[in-house]
Nanobody
Framework: QVQLVESGGGLVQAGGSLRLSCAAS????????MGWYRQAPGKQRELVAS???????NYADSVQGRFTISRDNAKSTVYLQMNSLKPEDTAVYYC?????????WGQGTQVTVSL
């Protein structure tokens, strides 16, 4: 089993920055593909960014060039650096991974971007 704990959300003005962190419980972290998803009110959960064990990254078109996903295997932590935030980035952000066909989610952290 993998436990994921997010932190770093909050309220920020448009154009500002936040960094989200997700700490994983298992020593197998280094072999896991990690992802950040978000869900805005009334909308489906969507993939924001992902990073493989080898460090390859993938981003949603809406955040490309503004968000950066990274990982620190020594700390079993994945990060999401969010710059140039927009009101439409407002959502609950979730950390995710998959292991042995089981999907694991963190509890989520709220990001609110005001005008």
């Amino acid at each position: 089993q993998v436990q994921l704990v997010e932190s770093g959300g909050g309220l920020v003005q448009a154009g500002g920055s936040l960094r989200l962190s997700c700490a994983a419980s298992r020593s197998i972290f280094s072999i896991l593909t990690m992802g950040w998803y978000r869900q805005a009110p009334g909308k489906q959960r969507e993939l924001v960014a992902s990073i493989t064990a080898g460090g390859s990254t993938n981003y949603a078109d809406s955040v490309q060039g503004r968000f950066t996903i990274s990982r620190d295997n020594a700390k079993s932590t994945v990060y999401l650096q969010m710059n140039s935030l927009k009101p439409e980035d407002t959502a609950v952000y979730y950390c995710n991974t998959n292991r042995a066909v089981i999907n694991y989610w963190g509890q989520g952290t709220q990001v609110t971007v005001s005008l």
